[in-house]
């Protein structure tokens, strides 16, 4: 059974950082595209940004040069750094996995002063 398991969502003042994990289990992780999306109140969910089994990366235009995705095949885990958060970053991050798809339950992120 796959599972995905966001964490690291909080609250934070513009301009801060966050790094949110998602552990993957029930899958062989290292050749899983995986994701990154987020859907704010009332919005569409969105892409932030992808990383193929190979390490190739993807993101949305609204979030390059700030939020950076990494993966650890040793703990079967991929990370998202955001950085220079602004408050229109606020939502729900949700991890995803492209052999499914499969979804986690997703993590909130507020961005506010």
């Known amino acids: 059974q796959v599972q995905l398991v966001e964490s690291g969502g909080g609250l934070v003042q513009p301009g801060g950082s966050l790094r949110l994990s998602c552990v993957a289990s029930?899958?062989?992780?290292?050749?899983?595209?995986m994701g990154w999306y987020r859907q704010a109140p009332g919005k569409q969910r969105e892409l932030v940004g992808t990383i193929t089994g190979g390490g190739i990366l993807r993101y949305a235009d609204s979030v390059k040069g700030r939020f950076s995705i990494s993966r650890d095949n040793a703990k079967n885990t991929v990370y998202l750094q955001m950085n220079s958060l602004q408050p229109e970053d606020t939502a729900v991050y949700y991890c995803?996995?492209?052999?499914?798809?499969?979804w986690g339950k997703g993590t909130l992120v507020t961005v506010s002063s």
């Open positions: 995803y996995a492209n052999t499914g798809p499969y």
């Open positions: 029930g899958m062989i992780f290292r050749f899983t595209h």
